[in-house]
């Protein structure tokens, strides 16, 4: 079946320092790839997605980039801040029953110290 | 917006106890889902939902039933609760054809 690996947290980082967080995926098909974001006490929250192969999803500042050579949805901040500090999600969308039923990595912690 | 609402942020239980947790969305999706969120675990899908009285099983149901009489509507039941069900529970919402998903604060379950 369909899942994501993503490197084990905390990832901790100094404020503006280059953020990569790994995510790579097995799936039959071609899905849709998500990173979601989960800030202290909340739920997630769509971050970006790419829905096709060499697509580029960002926001806030937040890029990743789908590569189906490598299976790969790597996400990347050039200059983190504390208020990144969050629990960070890869996902793969999965068709089930005609809808799209998500399937999540364990997430990563990531910790931005001033 | 996409409102995702969950009845209670935090629940204390006690073993063997029924409990009901409730969600309720105000975009008219179609879709809704239940997750449990441990450390190291990430999200596991309990039950999800197609459509008013559809559900489906997740990949952890057990222990676990669900309802869905109105559409805006999902209640999460632990028909006799057990201290390995203490966890985060997560609802969410989306549409039948688009894949984003809009989550609820959640809420967090202790059973002694």
């Known amino acids: 079946g369909n899942s994501v690996t993503q490197m084990e947290g905390p990832v901790t980082l100094s404020e503006e320092a280059f953020l990569t967080i790994n995510c790579t995926y097995t799936a039959t098909g071609y899905p849709s790839l998500f990173w979601y974001v989960q800030y202290p006490g909340e739920g997630l929250q769509l971050l970006l997605k790419a829905t096709k192969a060499d697509d580029k999803g960002s926001n806030k500042g937040f890029e990743a980039t789908y590569r189906k050579e490598t299976t790969s949805f790597h996400l990347e901040k050039g200059s983190v801040q504390v208020s990144d500090s969050a629990v960070y999600f890869c996902?793969?969308?999965?068709?089930?029953?005609?809808?799209?039923?998500?399937?999540f990595g364990r997430g990563t912690s990531l910790i931005v110290h001033p | 917006d996409v409102k995702v609402t969950q009845s209670s942020r935090y629940l204390v239980k006690r073993t063997g106890e029924k409990v009901f947790l409730e969600c309720v969305q105000d975009?008219?999706?179609?879709?809704m889902f239940w997750y449990r969120q441990d450390p190291g675990l990430g999200l596991r899908l309990i039950y999800f939902?197609?459509?008013?009285?559809?559900?489906e099983k997740g990949d952890i149901p057990e222990g676990y039933s669900v309802s869905r009489e109105k559409k805006e509507r999902f209640s999460l039941i632990l028909e006799s609760a057990s201290t390995n069900q203490t966890s985060m529970y997560l609802c969410?919402?989306?549409?039948?054809?688009?894949?984003?998903?809009?989550f609820g604060p959640g809420t967090r379950l202790l059973v002694l």
């Open positions: 975009m008219d999706h179609e879709n």
């Open positions: 969410a919402s989306s549409l039948r054809q688009q894949e984003t998903q809009y």
């Open positions: 996902a793969l969308s999965d068709p089930r029953r005609g809808s799209y039923i998500p399937t």
């Open positions: 939902s197609y459509d008013v009285k559809m559900k």
